[in-house]
């Protein structure tokens, strides 16, 4: 073998180690980058252990109900019209916790009254049935209809085992659910920003 083959062998060999190390020091990089880049932005393992998420109520329309993630659960958002803020004296008879005073699920101070809100248009609260765990579904309308009173004023029916709840998330009695709906922790950030998640330092 000549000399110059000797060398040619070499210099191959030397170039595709710098390539190889350069190829690996641009995967070792991006590697590092990709975390620190995303920890610009809160991930979903922190979402789902609670971190706080801002919802914009200024583009929820009266009688609209918005579902939000919080902490894994469906989380409620409802501008309630001044009908259905009517309708909720109207029903206190019949609830089981109108005062929302029991302790399985504590209600905030600050939504312990009628509307069971900060802002008495505005529910915030989990769409998790107190029974077993269901959803319930809206049943708004007022009236007589399928599984529900003839008095009825408007609210949510759990249909798995029949509990209902008023436009508070207030349950009725004689219902399997023992609970009123759980408000989450929130407040205003402003005028129309919601903070889920969070309750504002005294």
């Excluded at 408007?154 to 998330?169: E, I, P, Y």
Aim: with cysteine.
């Amino acid at each position: 073998m000549s000399e110059a083959t000797v060398d040619a062998s070499v210099d191959n060999s030397r170039r595709t180690w710098l390539i190889t190390s350069c190829a690996m020091g641009g995967v070792g990089a991006a590697a590092v980058a990709v975390p620190f880049v995303s920890s610009f932005q809160p991930s979903e393992l922190a979402k789902a252990a609670g971190a706080a998420v801002q919802v914009d109520v200024s583009s929820i329309a009266p009688g609209e109900k918005r579902v939000v993630e919080w902490r894994g659960k469906p989380v409620w958002i409802m501008r309630r019209t001044p009908e259905q803020l009517a309708s909720l004296e109207k029903q206190e008879g019949q609830l089981a916790d109108p005062e929302s005073l029991r302790t399985a699920y504590p209600t905030p101070e600050y939504a312990r009254n009628r509307h069971r809100s900060i802002k008495p248009e505005i529910l915030v609260a989990v769409g998790i049935c107190t029974h077993l765990g269901c959803s319930p579904s809206d049943k708004l309308t007022p009236g007589p209809q399928p599984s529900l009173p003839d008095d009825w004023q408007g609210g949510f029916l759990c249909a798995c085992h029949g509990s209902t709840f008023d436009v508070a998330g207030r349950v009725f009695r004689n219902k399997p659910a023992p609970d009123n709906l759980e408000i989450p922790p929130h407040y205003y950030l402003s005028e129309t920003t919601l903070l889920l998640g969070e309750e504002q330092a005294t």
